[in-house]
């Protein structure tokens, strides 16, 4: 069975820090995908990455980063230099690739970034 | 080009009414999955369809149903509402099959039963 586990339910940082979402993962696949969604107050969820089971390498798109580890099971988001629109809901996600298989979702962690 | 979008954006119905949610995918796109969020909660899969048929159904009684039209719109519809289905609906259209691929999100219904 899948299962995704975001332990931090709430994070609370001042502008301009670093912070560092966790995200560990269950699945018995060997091919899966994982995600990450930003939630905000709006209610839309905004599509951030994807990242398959086989490319380990970690991923920066300017203040965001991702950090994908199999051994821990873990696929880790970092942001840095925290601005006030980061505060967000954000969920990881994930997908087996085998036949149709839905997403399964972390129960999120909400950051507020404080001016 | 637009993205997913979904209708009403807010509704208030009352216990052992009936809903019906409506959702457009993106141009294109011939996926659509339906979530239901909670508040607090990370969404749940509700179904997901792709050509028109069913590929996918999460663990929801039969109260809760859905279509996809030939235009690959798709109507989630609720029987007999409970208190505890007052939640967020999201609607999410993906290019592809089922499975892998990113799933892009509407801003959501959110539906109170009182």
């Known amino acids: 069975a899948q299962k995704v586990t975001q332990a931090q339910t709430e994070i609370s940082v001042v502008e301009k820090e670093d912070v560092t979402l966790d995200c560990v993962y269950e699945?018995?696949?060997?091919?899966?995908?994982l995600f990450w969604y930003k939630q905000p107050p709006s209610g839309e969820l905004v599509f951030l990455i994807r990242r398959n089971s086989f490319d380990e390498q970690n991923e920066i798109s300017g203040r965001y980063s991702w950090n994908f580890q199999k051994s821990t099971s873990s696929f880790n988001f970092t942001i840095t230099a925290s601005q006030v629109v980061d505060s967000a809901v954000y969920f990881c996600?994930?997908?087996?690739?085998?036949?149709?298989?839905?997403?399964?979702f972390g129960k999120g962690t909400r950051l507020s970034v404080i001016a | 080009d637009a993205g997913v979008t979904q209708s009403p954006t807010h509704l208030i119905k009352t216990r052992g009414q009936h809903v019906t949610l409506r959702c457009s995918p993106i141009?294109?796109?011939?996926?659509v999955s339906w979530y239901q969020q909670v508040l607090g909660q990370g969404p749940q899969f509700i179904f997901q369809?792709?050509?028109?048929?069913?590929?996918g159904r999460g663990n929801f009684p039969d109260r809760f149903s859905a279509r996809q039209f030939p235009n690959y719109s798709s109507e989630l519809n609720v029987n007999a509402l409970l208190l505890g289905d007052s939640a967020l609906y999201l609607c999410?259209?993906?290019?592809?099959?089922?499975?892998?691929?990113?799933?892009?999100f509407g801003p959501g219904t959110r539906l109170t039963v009182t």
């Open positions: 999410a259209s993906s290019h592809l099959g089922p499975g892998s691929y990113e799933q892009y």
């Open positions: 369809y792709y050509e028109k048929e069913e590929r």
């Open positions: 141009s294109g796109h011939k996926s």
């Open positions: 699945t018995r696949d060997t091919t899966y995908y």
């Open positions: 996600a994930l997908s087996e690739a085998r036949g149709n298989t839905p997403l399964v």
